[in-house]
């Protein structure tokens, strides 16, 4: 598996906009780019996840590095709700198992 | 509609008995994983099952814990002569097996502590 490097904690204001980095220099050409996030006592919940090319759902938007080695989560207007651990995962697609690391704590406030 | 569900919620044991944790995935998902996440840690892959087998068992710790699913319903993890290292929330997840990607989908967990 891809190792990883994510900050351990990032602070934010609400409404602005969050930029999430995320290290993974030894992902192999095939894997996804996955993010996932954990919001306090819940389990994790799917955000977004790329390949190559920039993505955007209705959550986030992933920005991807043109060498993949690297890549950030943003968030556009950051909320009270989106207080929670950010995970960044290479891997394959889905239907295989996902190897989490420490993840980001992001803290949002007003 | 509804999502992925983990019974008990919080299970409190003492070292040496054995615990069920059950898992009720989402309907139609052939997939099915369990995680556990020890305190202020990410997850950590225990089993994955496609269907009813199970052909990624690699994150098992020990021959304490086994986990069995019936059909492409139910899954049952059990952990035999617990131990105070066993404490941690059991995550399971679920995901769809067709396509080009399938997000997983993630219980609320069940809390075990081990006296």
């Known amino acids: 598996d891809a190792k990883t490097t994510q900050p351990n904690s990032m602070e934010s204001n609400e409404e602005e906009p969050v930029h999430l980095p995320c290290n993974h220099s030894?992902?192999?050409?095939?894997?996804?780019i996955h993010w996932y996030r954990q919001l306090p006592s819940q389990g994790p919940e799917y955000v977004i996840h790329?390949?190559?090319s920039n993505v955007n759902n209705r959550m986030a938007s992933l920005a991807i590095a043109e060498d993949r080695k690297s890549s950030t989560l943003i968030l556009h207007r950051a909320t009270l709700r989106d207080a929670a651990v950010y995970y960044c995962?290479?891997?394959?697609?889905?239907?295989?198992?996902?190897?989490f690391g420490t993840g980001t704590q992001l803290k949002v406030e007003l | 509609g509804a999502g992925v569900s983990q019974s008990p919620s919080n299970k409190v044991t003492e070292k040496g008995k054995d615990v069920e944790l059950r898992c009720d995935p989402i309907s139609g998902h052939t997939a099915l994983y369990w995680y556990r996440q020890r305190l202020g840690q990410g997850l950590e892959f225990l089993i994955y099952?496609?269907?009813?087998?199970?052909?990624?068992k690699s994150g098992l710790p020990s021959d304490r814990f086994s986990a069995e699913r019936t059909g492409e319903s139910v899954s049952t993890l059990t952990i035999q002569r617990t131990q105070q290292e066993d404490s941690a929330v059991y995550l399971c997840a679920s995901s769809r097996r067709s396509g080009s990607y399938n997000e997983q989908f993630f219980g609320p967990g069940t809390r075990l502590t081990v006296l």
């Open positions: 790329g390949l190559t």
């Open positions: 995962i290479p891997g394959r697609g889905g239907g295989n198992k996902l190897t």
């Open positions: 030894t992902i192999s050409g095939t894997d996804y």
């Open positions: 099952f496609q269907g009813n087998s199970a052909p990624d």
